[in-house]
């Protein structure tokens, strides 16, 4: 079964401090990670796909990074509105394109 | 910027009545998928759905869920008699190909009492 962690659980930064999350797997194929920011109350929203090591892909202050077990998402000079939760989520296996999702990596980033 | 959409927003039921989820997916998908988040726990997959049939189902999606896609444009998952822990947050995706991102709907919050 595809297994997917997230740490740390929780992140509280002040605005201007960079990070990093991380996204641990162990699956079967990999066929693509996955990194969707979740509000409260609302649907995945997604940021980026990452389909093999060594790939990056940036969008304003985020940066995903993929190795072949784990993914990184960095946050550089987060502001309030970067607070959010960060899910990951792997598709893997031949014949099998269900997301299968982490808990998640809840930041909160403080002005 | 083209979305996926779903009613009802929230839905309160009562245990052992049916209810039916809806979503309208992104025009130009073809594949649809719903997932459901009880409250505190990861997003998990229920099943997936092309071509007018279930392509994949997860251990979760027995008897009581159907899915179906009555006309071109809705896509919708039917609980047959709810349970208590069937109250969870339900979301709808979809996407252009299997191996393409999936774009997710804001869910309908489903409260089963």
């Known amino acids: 079964e595809d297994q997917v962690t997230q740490s740390p659980e929780a992140l509280r930064l002040q605005e201007g401090e960079s990070s990093s999350l991380n996204c641990s797997y162990t699956?079967?194929?990999?066929?693509?990670l996955f990194w969707y920011r979740q509000d409260p109350g609302k649907g995945p929203e997604f940021l980026f796909t990452?389909?093999?090591a060594g790939e990056e892909k940036e969008k304003e202050r985020l940066k995903a990074t993929l190795t072949k077990k784990e993914s990184f998402l960095h946050i550089t000079a987060p502001k309030p509105e970067d607070s959010a939760t960060y899910l990951c989520?792997?598709?893997?296996?031949?014949?099998?394109?269900?997301?299968?999702f982490g808990a998640g990596t809840t930041v909160t980033v403080r002005a | 910027e083209p979305e996926v959409t779903q009613t009802p927003s929230h839905q309160v039921t009562q245990m052992g009545q049916e209810v039916i989820l809806r979503c309208v997916p992104i025009?130009?998908?073809?594949?649809f998928y719903w997932y459901r988040q009880i409250l505190g726990q990861k997003v998990e997959f229920l099943v997936s759905?092309?071509?007018?049939?279930?392509?994949?189902k997860s251990e979760i999606f027995d008897d009581q869920f159907s899915v179906e896609r009555p006309d071109g444009s809705n896509f919708t998952l039917k609980i047959r008699s709810t349970k208590l822990e069937d109250s969870a947050m339900y979301f709808c995706?979809?996407?252009?190909?299997?191996?393409?991102?999936?774009?997710f709907g804001p869910g309908t919050r489903l409260l089963v009492l």
């Open positions: 995706a979809s996407s252009e190909s299997l191996a393409e991102t999936q774009y």
């Open positions: 699956v079967s194929g990999l066929r693509g």
């Open positions: 990452l389909y093999s």
């Open positions: 989520a792997v598709q893997a296996g031949s014949n099998d394109y269900k997301l299968s």
């Open positions: 025009s130009n998908h073809l594949y």
């Open positions: 759905f092309y071509n007018n049939e279930i392509s994949e």
